[in-house]
């Protein structure tokens, strides 16, 4: 009766959290009829980071977390960001944790940040995994806003490109089609390929746009799935400027982590079970789960790392240098530090690419049609000639 009692306890604890999830996760439909799709506005990065900072400060001067969320949810008062902060009070009096209690906010606080903040639910300093969380998110609304900026000239570049291209396939040349057909040579391929396309447009402009909107609502479905999702990760683990920016990004959530959970005498097996979870790529979070088994094996953490083939060789070699030396803690918060500026940079090298790659885009298309429409003219002029 003494073993199974706790067991019992153990699996009533695993059955309410997941009603507590399943209660989380409401379909569209039930949320517009609770008024939550436009009754408030969705609070913005900015203002998450803004609340942990002001949460962190009011902890790390001794006030206790019921009444600092209590204060900071009355000045966020009217607002979505207030309603959960008082929902986070009223769920710690009710036996929740912090993170427990986020669960229950997704619009509010998004996975990644949960993710980081549950760390203290396994030992790490409250206010270290606070922090981590919003430098995390400051890092990554950092990154988004520039690229967001950067992005503005090439998006328009494209959007004027495509505008004249249908204009040009489906005004200007339906009017020449009918001088080409006059001449008696025959059409070149180019030539024969925009006709066609021009026609194609034209002839089915609603099926075209359908299957636009039916494809980019299945490509969302898909990605939604398990195997959609795996797929995508894995996939951006092979781009050549995602990939970077990615796997930069998870190392230094991942890192950061692990340091404040060993920091404060967590065994590294179980850190790094809850390390994994700040990571927002599968691939990268599955590679973590076996490095854990091959450290509960004895075999060290460099090593399993080595063997997935995802991480860099400076990355793989500090591990090995910490392991050897006892400076894991202090080396994990460099190659975080590291390894989120790294993030930055790589962001801002891809957005810097795509300027130039938009405007060769847009260059090519319209050089393609010009090429079509003048060398049935040059055709014609060489058969008069001859």
């Known amino acids: 009766?003494?073993?199974?009692?706790?067991?019992?306890?153990?699996?009533?604890?695993?059955?309410?959290?997941?009603?507590?999830?399943?209660?989380?996760?409401?379909?569209?439909?039930?949320?517009?009829?609770?008024?939550?799709?436009?009754?408030?506005?969705?609070?913005?990065?900015?203002?998450?980071?803004?609340?942990?900072?002001?949460?962190?400060?009011?902890?790390?001067?001794?006030?206790?977390?019921?009444?600092?969320?209590?204060?900071?949810?009355?000045?966020?008062?009217?607002?979505?960001?207030?309603?959960?902060?008082?929902?986070?009070?009223?769920?710690?009096?009710?036996?929740?944790?912090?993170?427990?209690?986020?669960?229950?906010?997704?619009?509010?606080?998004?996975?990644?940040?949960?993710?980081?903040?549950?760390?203290?639910d396994r030992g790490a300093p409250l206010t270290t995994s606070l922090k981590q969380a919003a430098d995390f998110m400051d890092t990554a609304a950092s990154a988004m806003a520039q690229a967001k900026r950067a992005m503005v000239y090439p998006a328009m570049i494209l959007t004027v490109g495509i505008g004249v291209t249908i204009l040009l396939l489906t005004v200007s040349l339906p009017q020449m089609i009918g001088l080409f057909e006059n001449l008696e040579t025959q059409l070149p391929l180019p030539t024969r390929i925009l006709i066609a396309f021009s026609g194609f447009l034209r002839t089915y402009p609603l099926f075209i746009l359908a299957g636009l909107v039916v494809g980019v609502m299945g490509l969302l479905r898909f990605k939604g799935t398990e195997r959609g999702r795996r797929i995508t990760h894995h996939g951006m683990l092979k781009l050549p400027l995602m990939s970077g920016v990615v796997l930069s990004s998870d190392i230094a959530r991942a890192s950061g982590a692990l340091a404040a959970l060993t920091e404060v005498g967590m065994p590294v097996p179980d850190a790094l079970d809850v390390a994994r979870e700040t990571v927002g790529n599968d691939i990268i979070r599955a590679a973590l789960t076996e490095a854990r088994q091959g450290l509960i094996a004895g075999e060290g953490l460099a090593g399993p790392l080595d063997k997935s083939g995802l991480f860099p060789p400076t990355f793989i070699q500090t591990l090995r240098v910490a392991e050897d030396t006892g400076t894991l803690d202090a080396n994990l918060k460099r190659m975080s530090e590291f390894y989120q500026h790294d993030a930055q940079e790589k962001v801002k090298s891809m957005v810097g690419l795509i300027e130039p790659l938009s405007t060769v885009i847009v260059a090519l298309a319209v050089g393609f049609i010009a090429m079509s429409v003048i060398m049935p003219m040059y055709s014609a002029l060489g058969a008069l000639q001859d």
């Open 1 to 120: 009766m003494t073993t199974s009692t706790p067991r019992r306890r153990t699996a009533d604890n695993a059955r309410r959290r997941r009603r507590r999830k399943a209660q989380v996760k409401k379909s569209l439909w039930q949320r517009f009829n609770d008024n939550e799709i436009f009754s408030k506005k969705k609070p913005k990065k900015t203002e998450v980071i803004a609340f942990t900072r002001e949460l962190t400060t009011l902890l790390d001067s001794g006030i206790g977390m019921g009444p600092a969320l209590l204060m900071l949810g009355e000045q966020r008062k009217g607002t979505m960001l207030g309603d959960a902060v008082n929902g986070m009070a009223e769920d710690l009096n009710a036996g929740l944790t912090i993170a427990e209690s986020m669960t229950k906010h997704p619009d509010v606080f998004p996975k990644i940040y949960v993710r980081t903040v549950s760390a203290a």
